[in-house]
């Protein structure tokens, strides 16, 4: 998968050159581009911004930096382009697997208090938002969303089970997990887990995700009803 990242602040990307999502990079299987809108900017000092029509508090990016910028990538075939925004679509699992079948996405991080919208009727497809609060920025939503969608990606985790038995996969939070050793401060790892009888620890597994799902997300039991 191929994800261009169109951004004022490209260094803030450098946190996906780590980890998972690195070796991915480093492997093929993830291609980031990081696009600096400042580039496109025909103003001496590479400014991106002005006042608003109309008035109001704070700055608005210009619609021609940021359409430069997208003009810049070619773009044709398979490719969503998206605005990373407040006022966008909820970024659920649902729609990280609809995102993960693309082969190309194009993410646009405002700044300041948003995009001309004219910006935005000339290139974007979609606009996604990560929850009901309000950064300074699209760059933290998009690297969430570069997280969600590259997990989907084949060899990316090296299990595929690991996106089906996660939370959200069936409307349900994911039930806790142990690891060595058995006893840590004298808390011990549930007996069922260490009995080897997969059957009972599946239905241990699947009651804990109910439990803790009626506790903290009720909502979901809703949707799965």
Same mark, same amino acid.
């Given at each position: 998968?191929?994800?261009?990242?169109? +951004?004022?602040?490209?260094?803030?990307? /450098?946190?996906?050159?780590?980890?998972?999502?690195?070796?991915?990079?480093?492997?093929?299987?993830?291609? &980031?581009?990081?696009?600096?809108?400042?580039?496109? /900017?025909?103003?001496?000092?590479?400014?991106?911004?002005?006042?608003?029509?109309?008035?109001?508090?704070?700055?608005?990016?210009?619609?021609?930096?940021?359409?430069?910028?997208?003009?810049?990538?070619?773009?044709?075939?398979?490719?969503?382009?998206?605005?990373?925004?407040?006022?966008?679509?909820?970024?659920?699992? /649902?729609?990280?697997?609809?995102?993960?079948?693309?082969?190309?996405?194009?993410?646009?991080?405002?700044?300041?208090?948003?995009?001309?919208?004219?910006?935005?009727?000339?290139?974007?497809?979609? =606009?996604?938002?990560?929850?009901?609060?309000?950064? +300074?920025?699209?760059?933290?939503?998009?690297?969430?969303? &570069?997280?969600?969608?590259?997990?989907?990606?084949?060899?990316?985790?090296?299990?595929?089970?690991?996106?089906?038995?996660?939370?959200?996969?069936?409307?349900?939070? =994911?039930?806790?997990?142990? +690891?060595?050793?058995?006893?840590?401060?004298?808390? @011990?790892?549930?007996?069922?887990?260490?009995?080897?009888?997969?059957?009972?620890?599946? @239905?241990?597994? @699947?009651?804990?995700?109910? =439990?803790?799902?009626?506790?903290?997300?009720?909502?979901?039991? =809703?949707?799965?009803?």
């Amino acid at each position: 998968m191929r994800i261009d990242v169109l +951004t004022l602040f490209p260094e803030m990307f /450098s946190a996906l050159d780590h980890s998972i999502l690195g070796r991915a990079t480093r492997k093929g299987l993830l291609d &980031i581009n990081v696009v600096n809108i400042r580039d496109f /900017s025909k103003d001496k000092h590479k400014k991106c911004d002005d006042y608003p029509f109309g008035g109001g508090a704070g700055m608005v990016m210009m619609a021609q930096p940021v359409c430069d910028a997208f003009d810049s990538l070619g773009l044709d075939g398979d490719v969503m382009r998206i605005y990373m925004s407040p006022k966008g679509r909820k970024l659920t699992q /649902s729609l990280v697997k609809e995102l993960s079948a693309y082969r190309h996405l194009v993410l646009l991080c405002g700044h300041y208090e948003g995009v001309d919208q004219r910006a935005l009727d000339l290139n974007i497809d979609m =606009e996604v938002s990560i929850g009901d609060y309000v950064l +300074t920025g699209g760059e933290l939503p998009a690297m969430v969303l &570069i997280d969600a969608v590259s997990r989907y990606i084949p060899d990316v985790l090296g299990s595929e089970q690991s996106t089906v038995d996660e939370s959200f996969s069936d409307n349900l939070l =994911e039930y806790p997990q142990y +690891t060595r050793p058995q006893n840590f401060r004298g808390l @011990e790892v549930p007996e069922v887990l260490v009995s080897g009888n997969h059957q009972k620890v599946a @239905e241990w597994r @699947e009651k804990l995700k109910l =439990e803790i799902t009626m506790k903290n997300r009720p909502d979901l039991l =809703e949707k799965k009803e």
